[in-house]
């Protein structure tokens, strides 16, 4: 796509999020149980594949606002950097998390250039991973901690349910509400 106008890096603590539902997309991801996290996840990206076959997938609609390939990019990235999260927080005690600038991810990763049908192919499997790994927690692992940069201290529950709001609000970003 050449050279795109940078991004303005969201420096939002949406940690908030885990406790009140968000007025922008309506999840309200901390009503989400751990027994319910895994398939909140499947629901949350199920609708990547089609929306990534709509139109001008890859037109920015505001030169600082990410086209929903941009978006789809991150939330597949999205998934695989949280359930590298998840697996740190089950193996280790209170571990901290590196920082993810995200927005460094997305020219390092040229995420304007991806293809938009091998990109949701990405996230279906990506979020079918941390499905897969959310699905295998139980009992007393739901409450095992880690701290992101910044002192935001998660646990396995916590740190699911912000990663669910941050792809269903990415869905609202790009035009489509799963009905949260």
Avoid at 59 to 68: E, F, G, N, Q
Avoid at 97 to 107: L, T
Avoid at 140 to 157: I, S
Wanted: a negative charge; proline letters at 7%.
């Amino acid at each position: 796509m050449g050279d795109l106008p940078d991004i303005t890096p969201d420096t939002k603590d949406w940690t908030w999020t885990v406790t009140r539902r968000c007025p922008d997309c309506a999840a309200d991801a901390g009503e989400v149980t751990g027994d319910r996290l895994a398939d909140a996840i499947r629901a949350a990206v199920a609708p990547w594949p089609g929306r990534l076959q709509w139109p001008h997938v890859d037109a920015r609609p505001a030169p600082t606002t990410w086209s929903p390939v941009e978006y789809a990019c991150h939330v597949r990235d999205v998934c695989r950097v949280f359930d590298g999260r998840l697996h740190l927080m089950l193996d280790r005690d209170d571990p901290p998390f590196h920082n993810w600038d995200q927005d460094a991810a997305s020219v390092a990763g040229r995420y304007a250039d991806q293809d938009p049908t091998r990109v949701g192919s990405e996230i279906m499997q990506s979020a079918e991973q941390l499905a897969t790994s959310y699905g295998r927690v139980t009992g007393g692992q739901w409450d095992r901690t880690g701290q992101r940069g910044g002192g935001a201290r998660f646990t396995v529950l916590t740190l699911g349910q912000y990663c669910l709001h941050d792809l269903v609000h990415h869905l609202h970003d790009v035009g489509v509400s799963i009905g949260r």
